[in-house]
């Protein structure tokens, strides 16, 4: 499986930006595709996952309310729709996949076998 992510960019605090994920895969019933970031100086970080089968969605407590994602099966894509950005929200993000997850592993970053190859996104003050 391989990921593609795009859609970084610069922008000011308030403004949003969406992000994309394409993924190579033929049937993404079983996966969950997840967001993850990584800012200057920190670990990588639990964003967003949106479950294939069943349209569920998981937020990190940071984003939610300002982060939304979503799919277009046709396109084999993943959204993140980010609002409201602000400065703390700059990093690389990437996106994640894996199809043998359990909801309990959906947040931790060691359960996901595919990964993109990250796009920035920086957000000035």
């Known amino acids: 499986v391989q990921l593609q992510a795009s859609g970084g960019g610069l922008v000011q605090a308030g403004d949003s930006l969406r992000l994309s994920c394409t993924a190579s895969v033929r049937t993404f019933s079983r996966f969950i595709m997840a967001w993850f970031r990584q800012a200057p100086g920190k670990e990588r970080e639990f964003v967003a996952a949106y479950k294939w089968n069943d349209g569920y969605t998981y937020y990190a407590d940071s984003v939610k309310g300002r982060f939304t994602t979503s799919r277009d099966s046709a396109k084999n894509t993943v959204y993140l729709q980010m609002n409201n950005l602000k400065p703390e929200d700059t990093a690389v993000y990437y996106c994640?996949?894996?199809?043998?997850?359990?909801?309990?592993?959906?947040?931790?970053?060691?359960?996901?076998?595919?990964w993109g190859q990250g796009t920035l996104v920086t957000v000035s003050s």
């Open positions: 994640a996949a894996d199809s043998t997850l359990i909801s309990s592993s959906i947040r931790y970053e060691g359960a996901y076998d595919y």
